[in-house]
């Protein structure tokens, strides 16, 4: 075909398209493709295709122009990225912005499409484009470069980063909450005082759409209602499919002899909190009716210190780090697994939207993240009475599994017995009275810091012992919130973080009485307190995250730990300040308890987790929907428990 009729058929289907009559354009573009490639002709064809509400392909015929040489080149590569996103396809948004890396970098437009599919793939390299970002005039644009700053353990530039996206709009409510959690991290209490109560009035007024914006771990860390946790970071991330559920329930699966439950989590390795929990039931498992899988995305640096015939102690391996989240589900599939357990949540280095894929019939979550997990398709949270009563259930999306005793499984087996140590070793005075909180001081929320200062005020010869890093001013800005609240710096103890295990559990007991944090409490620090013999006070919460100290005072039989409310918390804590020959006889019977009582007691947590999968497995097995069930208690112990290897 000669050009100037090419150029005739090309005008008569633009002709055609400016009359939507995009049929007639089809039919023209077939017959000039034919002949002709010209990125020209295929950008119409994408145009039409999107017209016709056919997006995938109209993004296929964009990347096709875009890949061939032409002015608009990088338009049409443009919107064949923004088409692919909008499709949930990031593998091919990745595939044309690392084609076009410097172009994309240097285009907000394309930037904040390279930034978002790293981002909804939990990928690494979002921050090679956070600069373009910020510095864009497109609000939208700002909140993906606030999204991409890690809000904990971030670099100077990062934090000089989210000031400036702040300082730009700080009416942007998205914005505003990723600054806030940035500033929670450095103890920042004359912004968060600011700020946070604004927070709370739009919560009260049914505004949640920042909310929704949040991450959902972050939102976790200062605001105690359900309702808002469940709405948080819905917006964010990947989203469920519709009819996940049933279309998982309703496909083949072939039931074994034993039941095989898949732990998945990047937090298998021994010296993370989490395994500290785990451990021991592991290596519980009954083997003769429980095939066990963990499925690891642990970086390969955190496994060196791990001895490998240990970790096998534990299950079967299967390393899923480097994976899409496609080929891991594909790597769990043919593992045959009949519950899949998510030990994550939405923490760091997470691969809980495998869990979208349809990986196994029964999906579960457990013990690492303190919520419901928004945007996942599971069947069961394994909780208990204390941290989702039945009046929260509404707040769920998972049905809720109670555990008899406790949701927090713990061991005696692997943590090393507390020693009696000098207080001069530790740079403590002899005599005084000790308060103590080993907690990660981003747990210090002005709630936390004002209880904390009315029980100092009460309680004058007295000491408060703190972990706090000094990094962003976090300890400057902790010592100044208590000093402007009349506590001197003088009554402040601080140690730093001490790696070997031992001698940190050593240090917990040199203490008087451990005071926790609100709304999130002490998870895995509050189980090492008890086992250091340090008794520990709470009250009682309103969420999950803050009735966990709670769930696990009961089962270590010290139900008078737990205050009634703040008022309360005060007077207990002035109370065994001012009786201390009484909480005395409180850490004996706490160290007693160790041994008989459920909380350190692996090998019964073990028998009912196994039941609970049982109970799960058999509705699954019988087409039965999941449901909120309860798991029975065994019969109570008569006397200690084995707490070590044979």
């Not at 964010?236 to 009819?243: F, H, L, Q, S, V």
């Not at 939207?353 to 069947?379: C, E, K």
């Not at 009315?454 to 919130?481: H, M």
């Not at 919460?541 to 769930?551: I, L, M, Q, Y």
Request: glycine share 4%.
């Amino acid at each position: 075909m000669k050009p100037l009729k090419i150029q005739r058929q090309y005008v008569a289907a633009q002709n055609h398209f400016d009359k939507k009559e995009y049929h007639d354009v089809l039919g023209i573009l077939n017959k000039l493709l034919d002949v002709h490639k010209d990125p020209r002709h295929y950008a119409l064809l994408g145009a039409t295709l999107l017209k016709l509400k056919m997006k995938t392909e109209a993004a296929q015929a964009f990347q096709i122009a875009g890949e061939m040489e032409s002015p608009h080149k990088l338009k049409y590569t443009r919107e064949a990225m923004r088409l692919h996103f909008s499709n949930n396809d990031d593998i091919n948004v990745l595939r044309l912005g690392a084609r076009n890396l410097k172009e994309a970098i240097a285009d907000p437009d394309m930037a904040v499409l390279m930034s978002g599919a790293l981002m909804r793939q939990e990928l690494e390299g979002a921050e090679a484009f956070r600069n373009t970002l910020a510095r864009s005039d497109e609000p939208t644009h700002r909140q993906l470069a606030a999204r991409s700053i890690r809000l904990q353990d971030r670099s100077d530039e990062e934090n000089k980063c989210i000031l400036e996206i702040f300082e730009k709009d700080p009416e942007d409510r998205i914005v505003r909450n990723f600054y806030l959690s940035a500033m929670r991290d450095a103890l920042d209490y004359d912004i968060i005082r600011k700020y946070e109560p604004i927070q709370f009035e739009e919560i009260a007024r049914g505004e949640f759409e920042a909310i929704a914006d949040e991450v959902s771990l972050f939102n976790l860390r200062w605001c105690d209602d359900e309702k808002t946790n469940a709405i948080a970071g819905s917006r964010m991330g990947e989203r469920k499919p519709k009819n996940a559920a049933s279309k998982r329930h309703n496909m083949p699966h072939r039931w074994g002899s034993k039941l095989r439950i898949g732990y998945l989590s990047a937090d298998l390795w021994t010296e993370h909190a989490v395994m500290k929990a785990l451990r021991g039931i592991l290596e519980s498992h009954d083997k003769s009716r429980f095939d066990i899988t963990l499925f690891c995305n642990a970086p390969a640096e955190r496994l060196r210190n791990d001895n490998n015939a240990i970790r096998e102690e534990w299950g079967r391996v299967v390393r899923i780090r480097g994976m899409t989240d496609d080929e891991a589900a594909e790597a769990i599939k043919a593992e045959n697994i009949d519950i899949l357990v998510d030990l994550q949540g939405h923490t760091a280095e997470n691969r809980v939207f495998v869990m979208n894929r349809q990986t196994a019939p029964v999906h579960a979550t457990w013990l690492g993240y303190p919520g419901t997990v928004v945007n996942v398709d599971i069947d069961y949270l394994i909780a208990d009475k204390t941290v989702v009563p039945e009046s929260s259930f509404q707040h769920y999306y998972e049905k809720v599994c109670w555990m008899p005793e406790t949701f927090f499984p713990n061991e005696a087996v692997h943590r090393p017995m507390p020693q009696p140590i000098d207080r001069a070793l530790c740079d403590m005075p002899q005599d005084a009275f000790i308060f103590s909180c080993f907690h990660s001081h981003w747990k210090f929320t002005p709630a936390t810091i004002d209880l904390w200062v009315r029980v100092l005020k009460e309680t004058p010869e007295s000491y408060l012992f703190l972990i706090c890093r000094e990094r962003f001013g976090a300890r400057k800005n902790l010592i100044k919130a208590f000093a402007e609240a009349g506590i001197p710096e003088s009554r402040l103890m601080f140690g730093d973080r001490v790696n070997n295990y031992a001698a940190y559990i050593n240090r917990i007991g040199l203490t008087d009485l451990g005071l926790d944090t609100y709304p999130y409490n002490g998870h895995t620090t509050t189980s090492e307190k008890l086992w250091a013999g340090l008794p520990m006070l709470t009250h009682k919460g309103k969420n999950f995250a803050s009735r966990v100290s709670e769930s696990l005072l009961n089962a270590l039989g010290l139900p008078e730990m737990v205050a009634d409310d703040r008022d309360d918390f005060v007077r207990r804590a002035v109370h065994y300040y001012n009786n201390r020959e009484e909480l005395a006889e409180v850490r004996k019977r706490l160290e007693a308890n160790r041994f008989t009582h459920p909380l350190f007691d692996a090998d019964r947590y073990c028998r009912h987790l196994e039941t609970a999968y049982t109970m799960m497995a058999d509705r699954a097995k019988a087409k039965i929907k999941p449901d909120h069930f309860s798991v029975p208690a065994l019969p109570p112990r008569e006397g200690p428990f084995s707490f070590r290897k044979s």
